[in-house]
């Protein structure tokens, strides 16, 4: 495996994600550091279940591609921005 001239910046998780599923760990030990406390919030919500028809999923997930998210991001975005659109509570 061809070694990586740094870690890069990752703008999402899946970023981060794909590039450790591709890379050693073992190649960046010069750039580690350890550290005390964690750098990651969980964020706990609910999940829930959006019927579409295949025509809309794929349309869907080509919108998603071309922005680089995963579907349920891209799903997820879009109803947080509508719901602090429609809720005065929010």
Request: hydrophobic letters at 35%.
């Amino acid at each position: 495996m061809e070694k990586q001239i740094g870690i890069p910046e990752f703008k999402t998780l899946e970023e981060m994600a794909k590039f450790w599923d591709n890379h050693d760990l073992t190649d960046f030990e010069n750039e580690m550091e350890e550290v005390k406390e964690p750098i990651f919030k969980l964020v706990s919500g609910k999940v829930i279940s959006v019927m579409l028809k295949p025509k809309e999923y794929n349309e869907l997930k080509k919108i998603a591609d071309q922005k680089k998210l995963n579907t349920a991001t891209l799903v997820n975005r879009w109803v947080t921005k509508h719901i602090h659109e429609e809720s005065p509570s929010c």
